[in-house]
Nanobody, 116 residues
C-alpha cells in the first residue's frame, strides 16, 4: 500500500487547513486510515483515525476542532483542521492499517505550521 498525502502548509492561529491522503495498492476491505503527528524530540502521536465502516477516534487535544472523513470509493482520508493553534505545528503522517494482517503503512509526512 502506498500513501500520498497533501494539503499541509503555513497558517496563522485560528486558521484552517485540510489534509488529504490517498491510498493505492492492495486495499483491504477492513482497514483504518488516519493521521499521526510528530514534533522534534517527541513521540509520534495519534491525531485522528477512521475505520472504513466509519468508527472514529480523536486525540483529546483536537476534539471539536478537527474532523476526519473518508471517501472509500477513492481510498482517501481527509482531515479538516479548524481553529488551529501553534501547538498543532508538526509533521503530519498519514497512516493505513490492514485489519487482517495488522500491518501499518505510513505516508511521507506533510508539514503543518501554525504561527501566533
Amino acid at each position: 500500500v502506498q500513501l500520498q498525502a497533501s494539503g499541509g502548509g503555513a497558517v496563522q492561529a485560528g486558521g484552517s487547513l485540510r489534509l488529504s491522503c490517498a491510498a493505492s495498492g492492495r486495499i483491504s476491505n477492513a482497514n483504518t486510515m488516519g493521521w499521526f503527528r510528530q514534533t522534534p524530540g517527541k513521540q509520534r502521536e495519534l491525531v485522528a483515525r477512521m475505520t472504513n465502516t466509519g468508527t472514529t477516534n480523536y486525540a483529546d487535544s483536537v476534539k471539536g476542532r478537527f474532523t476526519i472523513s473518508r471517501d472509500n470509493t477513492k481510498n482517501t482520508v481527509y482531515l479538516e483542521m479548524n481553529s488551529l493553534k501553534p501547538d498543532d505545528t508538526a509533521l503530519y503522517y498519514c497512516t493505513y492499517r490492514n485489519h487482517y494482517t495488522g500491518q501499518d503503512y505510513w505516508g511521507q509526512g506533510t508539514q503543518v505550521t501554525v504561527s501566533s
